[in-house]
């Protein structure tokens, strides 16, 4: 094997003391895979009316097909609610 890539694996290691015929052990860091990052997630702000509920909410800014529970825990999550009660005036944030 060529000095080189030994040498950029192992920086610190001095070419002069590399002799012929010794077994050199050089641990090379895993490739990493690559992470698709998802895409952002926006918000819309909506105020909370008489007969609202979080599912409510999160069937309308949920596109068909798609998982309307998912769409609840988001708008738990961006609003840091403790429970699932709404107050009617309540300002949320609203993932779409």
Do not use: F
Request: net charge positive.
């Amino acid at each position: 094997m060529a000095l080189y890539p030994i040498k950029r694996a192992k920086p610190t290691l001095m070419p002069l003391v590399v002799l012929a015929g010794l077994s050199l052990a050089v641990t090379v860091p895993a490739l990493s895979s690559t992470v698709h990052a998802a895409p952002p997630v926006t918000y819309t702000n909506a105020t909370v009316r008489s007969g609202d509920t979080l599912w409510s909410l999160a069937e309308r800014s949920t596109t068909s097909g798609a998982d309307v529970q998912a769409t609840v825990d988001q708008i738990i999550a961006a609003n840091h609610l403790a429970n699932a009660n709404l107050s009617v005036g309540q300002q949320l944030r609203i993932p779409h």
